[in-house]
């Protein structure tokens, strides 16, 4: 079982904010260790949408957006549209060198 | 331009040994800090995390898995292979290789389309 907890789905209309939670520990994301995000489209492989808890790679859209506090990081998506709908994954690690994916979030778009 | 590609077994039998290959492009495991992972994913559960190796050759693995695998590297070939012992019938899913950006971050920035692997007698 996974040491990140994420709400198992978030739903909106399009045009609408949502917001999911990856909530870890004091040895993982609570002793400052990065958060990255990862959305996996039905079928596909995941592809890194945040790295270093709010930096977004090039070419993904500005409407992605993480922050982190404490032992938890969040993942924001302004503006939803239909091609959001996917499954998004958290992602840290410890002093060990040891990674840990979430639980996922399924987003429904509605 | 970075690419992944995972190749293998299609189908073991429960006690088998699997042995996945990736083979990827576009960057060298000579180069500081750089590292290939592993991740699994059962069908229509969570990315496991299983393993990486480093540049340097330093291997780390998932806890909960240790006893069961072996990541390997050829340089020369630009290949890392994943050996699991003992497969189970709970170990079906698809198996992932990823560039690993860096041992200091832990970020995997881009990914092989993943090989279904299906465990059963």
């Known amino acids: 079982q996974s040491v990140l907890t994420q709400p198992p789905s978030v739903s909106g209309a399009p045009g609408q904010r949502v917001t999911m939670s990856c909530t870890g520990s004091?040895?993982?994301?609570?002793?400052?260790?990065?958060v990255h995000w990862y959305q996996q489209l039905p079928g596909t492989a995941p592809k890194l949408l945040i790295h270093g808890n709010n930096n977004r790679p090039s070419g993904v859209p500005d409407r992605f957006s993480g922050s982190k506090s404490g032992t938890s990081a969040s993942l924001a998506i302004t503006g939803l549209q239909a091609e959001d709908e996917a499954d998004y994954y958290c992602q840290s690690y410890d002093s060990s060198l040891t990674a840990f994916f979430g639980t996922g979030t399924k987003v429904s778009v509605l | 331009q970075i690419t992944l590609k995972e190749s293998g077994p299609t189908l073991v039998k429960p006690t088998q040994t699997l042995t996945l290959t990736c083979t990827f492009s576009?960057?060298?495991?000579?180069?500081?800090?750089?590292?290939v992972g592993w991740i699994r994913q059962p069908p229509g559960k969570a990315l496991e995390w299983l393993g990486v190796i480093y540049w340097d050759d330093d291997k780390r693995y998932s806890p909960s898995l240790k006893s069961r695998l072996t990541i390997t590297k050829d340089t020369s070939k630009n290949q890392v292979f994943l050996t699991m012992t003992n497969m189970d019938p709970v170990d079906t899913g698809t198996y992932y290789c990823?560039?690993?950006?860096?041992?200091?971050?832990?970020?995997?920035?881009?990914w092989g389309q993943g090989t279904l692997v299906t465990v059963s007698s």
């Open positions: 004091s040895s993982n994301i609570g002793a400052g260790y990065d």
């Open positions: 576009g960057f060298s495991l000579r180069t500081s800090g750089v590292g």
């Open positions: 990823a560039h690993d950006y860096s041992n200091y971050v832990m970020q995997f920035d881009y």
